[in-house]
């Protein structure tokens, strides 16, 4: 079996799962596990076989449950040194379904703290009301409400992601990529194969970043299992970000197409609210004396705010894009920015990267204008700089 976990004290898990179809309620896998493995670990092996046989019946298309109920059935009659010891499965098997197990179990022992916060989100505009947060080394999802400038974690389940772990680079490496996506549309499960299972939620992969970055490749998306599966191991999609059946069904609730940010990260850094408000403010300073920048219509002032290593997706660096920016401003003598439905993010890199998004606002004379503009910020040595800025 399983090493047994030590006897827990955090709190008790109370969400339940519900059906394929929402409508029945079933109990949370994730807590009859723990509950297995106490009552093991307290010598009960009834109790521990009344739970595993809840949990199969409930999902009985749970393999990892069956195996350990086979290991449980075993021990009745002699004891099971071994996971998987009344089962054929093979070695790769066995540690798959042994590092779906652990997941699992370290996920219900290492809930955040709803008290912190993904260091990742900085701001949100009051339209979106949820983001989704991807830890891949703890093989989870996380969906966070947004209210008033808060975030709050209403839920979290378990994922697999690509074979070949994270960092996706090219077509068909079976990595899954690292960034802050979007959820471009809903694809219903009776439009598609049965191994994306009730449906799937394509991200907008490569986004500006990977692309400047050379990395390629197209169709990740969020989806869920064949019908005759419940979950896969940690370590099993070609790039995709999987959930359960239900799981899925309860995360593609929550979504609004277009809004809906999806940070996918390595680990993700949890934070309290003193940090995040320096961090935050941090990055809304940025944003404010660039825009005062470009009000002073000082081109010297405002080309400070770049970075000689800037690039578009046009090849342009910063000595041929910046001039073509300032020709709009050629004769202004004054001139209004203002910036609203503002969105920005620490970027998940090696770098320290934040990505803005926002609304810019221009009077010049009796001129308005409004444009959706994007900016990737980079910190050089000391310095917070742009690299990359373009309309969306």
């Not at 393999?63 to 449980?72: S, T, V």
């Not at 050629?330 to 998004?357: C, H, M, W």
């Amino acid at each position: 079996m399983l090493a047994l976990p030590q006897p827990l004290h955090a709190k008790k898990v109370t969400e339940k799962e519900t059906s394929s179809d929402l409508s029945q309620p079933l109990p949370n896998p994730e807590a009859l596990l723990i509950e297995v493995y106490q009552s093991l670990g307290a010598s009960n092996l009834h109790k521990a076989q009344l739970k595993i046989d809840e949990l199969v019946l409930a999902y009985p298309h749970f393999q990892l449950a069956h195996l350990i109920r086979g290991d449980l059935l075993l021990m009745h009659a002699r004891p099971v040194s071994s996971f998987g010891a009344a089962q054929n499965a093979t070695p790769d098997k066995l540690k798959d379904f042994r590092d779906e197990a652990s997941a699992r179990l370290k996920a219900i022992r290492e809930k955040p703290d709803p008290d912190l916060i993904p260091r990742s989100i900085l701001q949100l505009r009051d339209d979106q009301k949820q983001a989704l947060v991807v830890d891949a080394k703890r093989s989870r999802i996380y969906v966070y409400e947004h209210t008033a400038g808060q975030l709050k974690l209403i839920s979290d389940y378990y994922i697999s992601q690509g074979k070949l772990g994270m960092n996706k680079f090219k077509e068909g490496d079976q990595r899954t990529p690292t960034g802050v996506y979007y959820i471009t549309s809903r694809l219903a499960g009776a439009k598609l194969p049965d191994f994306y299972g009730p449906g799937a939620l394509p991200l907008n992969y490569p986004n500006e970043w990977d692309k400047l970055n050379g990395r390629s490749g197209s169709g990740i998306w969020l989806h869920g299992v064949p019908s005759d599966n419940f979950s896969r191991a940690p370590l099993a999609s070609d790039g995709c970000v999987v959930l359960t059946n239900p799981d899925f069904l309860k995360v593609a609730a929550t979504i609004d197409i277009g809004k809906t940010p999806v940070i996918i990260s390595e680990q993700v850094e949890f934070v309290n609210r003193i940090k995040w408000n320096a961090d935050k403010q941090v990055a809304s300073k940025l944003l404010e004396d660039w825009r005062i920048d470009v009000e002073s219509l000082s081109a010297n002032r405002l080309l400070g705010n770049y970075s000689r290593n800037f690039k578009n997706l046009q090849g342009e660096n910063l000595n041929t894009w910046f001039p073509k920016q300032q020709q709009v401003l050629e004769g202004a003598r004054e001139i209004s920015i203002k910036l609203r439905d503002v969105t920005q993010f620490r970027y998940p890199a090696k770098e320290e990267i934040i990505v803005s998004t926002f609304t810019q606002d221009t009077v010049i004379g009796k001129t308005k204008t409004s444009l959706r503009k994007r900016q990737y910020w980079i910190k050089e040595a000391s310095k917070w700089r742009i690299i990359y800025e373009a309309l969306v």
